[in-house]
């Protein structure tokens, strides 16, 4: 197996880049766009049912089995078939990552950040290849999959730019007599465990934030979306990235997630998931395993139960448009969505009667693959089944004001957009991650309260307060405990460079990713004293 570096990539420099701004979404109601994606949907169908490898060290390996990926929308369609790897497998990866890092870890950081260069440029010109494999294969609209795609690119061209500003000379204070000089180092193999919700965007940032600051990765793509993060892989074998920098091993999160977390030779986990999840990995790497010379660093996000505020003092249109575009938006099923509407009393019926036409108005329900439509499916029949049980314990706590069940007549998994008002705010659907197209109502006195109760869950990932009273914004910004709190607009929808992304509590150990802190996870740094 090769695990040497072959073939060297031109390195770039900050003063050839142009400066870092994020890429802009495409309008598909422009014809050109329009039949852009739909060309796209076709080839990623043409490819239906292809067999993907196993690659560690560049060698391609089957598993123990395959597993199928499939078209949520459309379950029996087949996307593609991966491998299953086995424990043995995860752990010959995690090997031949540790083997590759002591030659990748010496490539300039110059070169490591070309290779992410030319990956966004590419990217770029298929930007619909890989937004189509998102309507296939998770049933992403097709505005949301542009706008993952263009994260995607916008995470390498930024993580390319911040690794040259890590490179330049650190300021440290001179001791006379001596030269004095501190550099940032890689750590080692990092184990990157991305989720199904942002399935290029986020494997894209975590996978690629840890090669160009000269670490080397073990990908245990999510199981519900193998196929996209294949095309990302796929991407980075085309632009000569060295193999074994990314290796890439499908199969169960319990098997090969537990092995690459578990393996003395990991350096670090960076994990995007469920808090259930995320809890268990930080438990995990926290024991030291026979011959394991460190402790594990863990990057953990997890989840979020976001609330928006709306004030007595409030533009109601603009915050209905904002509660239905945060709640819904790919279903509800973004970390950073909308499930709690925390209305002031006094504004309540106000609010609820112009939030309802605002949801009708803008969703449009069905077929992710067909022009148009806002609203897909949710993610799988278990993601469902799990919504669904929640819609029943809904029925219980508050009163049901829209949907409410499972899409009549679909074999997809599509579940109603659904509100319920009147939901107290300790109720289960006001503290519990539901991940769907469920929205709770919930009533506060004042001002006060709705902080208050804003605050009142275990989670602190995203949060808004729709107010025109500057003195109440003032607060917000003190008060509301989130790690991207946003005013007087919708709580989704981060952009790299511009809202560092990452939550407090339960909702992850603080990164931000996207920020200008998110490369320190990825190294350590080496103080050299010099006597002159
Ligand atoms: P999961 O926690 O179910 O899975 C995330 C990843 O962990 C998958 O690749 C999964 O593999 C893997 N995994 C599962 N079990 C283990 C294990 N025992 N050891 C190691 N890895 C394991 O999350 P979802 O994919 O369902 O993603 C949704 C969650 O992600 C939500 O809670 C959401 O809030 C959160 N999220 C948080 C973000 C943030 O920035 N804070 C951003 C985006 C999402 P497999 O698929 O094979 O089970």
Redesign the pocket.
């Known amino acids: 197996m090769s695990t040497t570096i072959a073939g060297r990539i031109a390195p770039v420099s900050a003063t050839a880049l142009p400066a870092y701004s994020p890429t802009t979404y495409l309008d598909y109601s422009q014809p050109a766009h329009r039949a852009s994606y739909e060309a796209a949907i076709a080839k990623v169908r043409a490819t239906a049912g292809t067999e993907y490898p196993l690659v560690i060290g560049g060698e391609r390996l089957k598993g123990s089995k395959t597993f199928d990926s499939t078209n949520p929308s459309k379950p029996s369609e087949v996307l593609g078939k991966f491998q299953s790897a086995t424990k043995e497998q995860a752990a010959q990866a995690v090997e031949v990552a540790f083997e590759t890092f002591k030659s990748w870890s010496r490539v300039p950081a110059a070169e490591r950040a070309a290779y992410l260069i030319e990956a966004a440029k590419r990217m770029k010109e298929r930007r619909n290849e890989f937004s189509a494999w998102m309507t296939l294969e998770i049933g992403k609209s097709w505005n949301e999959a542009d706008a993952d795609t263009a994260e995607a690119i916008d995470f390498m061209e930024f993580y390319a730019r911040e690794m040259l500003r890590y490179n330049e000379p650190q300021p440290v204070h001179q001791m006379p007599g001596e030269k004095d000089s501190m550099v940032y180092l890689p750590l080692g193999v990092g184990a990157v465990?991305?989720?199904?919700?942002?399935p290029l965007a986020?494997c894209v940032g975590m996978a690629t934030a840890a090669i160009v600051t000269g670490n080397t990765v073990v990908l245990?793509?999510?199981?519900?979306t193998p196929g996209i993060a294949w095309q990302f892989f796929a991407l980075m074998e085309e632009v000569g990235l060295p193999a074994g920098v990314l290796n890439f091993v499908s199969g169960?999160?319990?098997v090969v997630?537990?092995q690459i977390?578990r393996h003395p030779k990991t350096r670090f986990v960076s994990?995007?998931?469920?808090?259930e999840?995320g809890i268990?990995?930080n438990k995990l790497a926290a024991e030291v395993q026979p011959g394991q010379k460190w402790l594990k660093r863990v990057v953990a996000?997890?989840?979020?139960k976001d609330g928006i505020i709306i004030d007595d003092e409030a533009d109601l249109d603009a915050a209905a448009l904002g509660v239905a575009q945060s709640a819904f938006g790919f279903g509800g099923q973004k970390?950073s969505a909308c499930s709690r509407a925390i209305v002031v009393d006094s504004v309540h019926d106000t609010f609820v009667a112009k939030l309802m036409p605002a949801i009708a108005k803008l969703i449009t329900q069905g077929d992710p693959a067909t022009y148009g439509t806002y609203l897909g499916p949710v993610a799988s029949e278990r993601a469902m089944n799990t919504i669904l049980k929640y819609i029943e314990i809904g029925k219980t706590e508050g009163k049901l004001l829209l949907g409410g069940g499972r899409v009549p007549g679909e074999a997809g998994w599509f579940v109603q957009p659904t509100v319920f008002d009147d939901i107290a705010p300790t109720a289960r659907l006001a503290q519990e991650?539901i991940?769907g197209p469920v929205l709770a109502i919930i009533r506060a006195k004042d001002y006060d309260d709705a902080l208050a109760i804003a605050n009142n869950t275990e989670f602190g990932?995203t949060g808004a307060v729709y107010s025109k009273n500057p003195a109440k914004i003032a607060r917000a910004r003190e008060e509301f405990f989130v790690g991207n709190l946003y005013l007087n607009r919708k709580c989704t929808g981060a952009m790299v460079g511009c809202h560092p992304?990452?939550?407090f509590n339960m909702?992850?150990t603080d990164s931000k990713?996207g920020g200008r802190d998110y490369l320190l996870l990825f190294l350590q740094a080496k103080s050299i004293a010099e006597k002159i």
């Open positions: 465990v991305p989720p199904w919700n942002f986020i245990k793509p999510a199981s519900d169960d999160g319990s997630g537990d977390v994990f995007t998931g469920s808090k999840v268990g990995i996000e997890m989840g979020g970390c991650e991940f990932l992304f990452g939550g909702s992850g990713a």
